[in-house]
């Protein structure tokens, strides 16, 4: 199993970007793993909202976020990424990645998070 830490989130205004981390530890990504981000803000569910294969590279995007996020992984920096642009006050959330054997399933019923994930607040 890894271990995973992530990191880059802070307070932005409505519209602007910020690049969130996941960094990997204990194996490499490239190996055994895909990863996934998701969020859960005050009183909500976990979310779901990208998801990236360690086997072929593959992603997938929840529709909340498609057209807006992208995720990407550096192999040899051992971290996955999520570009997020046009943020809006509803992105809001602590952000939180995990990991699933190879592939990405077909749900967001999966994974676990390490740490306490980073906290992303956009105002208007």
């Known amino acids: 199993q890894l271990q995973l830490e992530e990191s880059g989130g802070g307070s932005v205004h409505s519209g602007e970007s910020l690049r969130l981390s996941c960094a990997a530890s204990?194996?490499?990504?490239?190996?055994?793993?895909?990863i996934g981000w998701f969020r859960q803000a005050p009183g909500k569910e976990r979310e779901g909202l990208s998801c990236?294969?360690?086997?072929?590279?593959?992603?997938r995007y929840a529709d909340s976020v498609k057209g807006r996020f992208t995720i990407s992984r550096d192999n040899a920096k051992n971290t996955v990424y999520l570009q997020m642009n046009s943020l809006k006050p509803e992105d809001t959330a602590v952000y939180l990645c995990?990991?699933?054997?190879?592939?990405?399933?077909?749900?967001?019923?999966?994974?676990?998070?390490w740490g306490q994930g980073t906290q992303v607040t956009v105002s208007s």
């Open positions: 995990a990991q699933h054997p190879l592939y990405c399933p077909a749900d967001w019923n999966w994974g676990n998070s």
């Open positions: 990236i294969s360690s086997s072929d590279g593959s992603t």
């Open positions: 204990g194996h490499t990504l490239a190996d055994n793993y895909a």
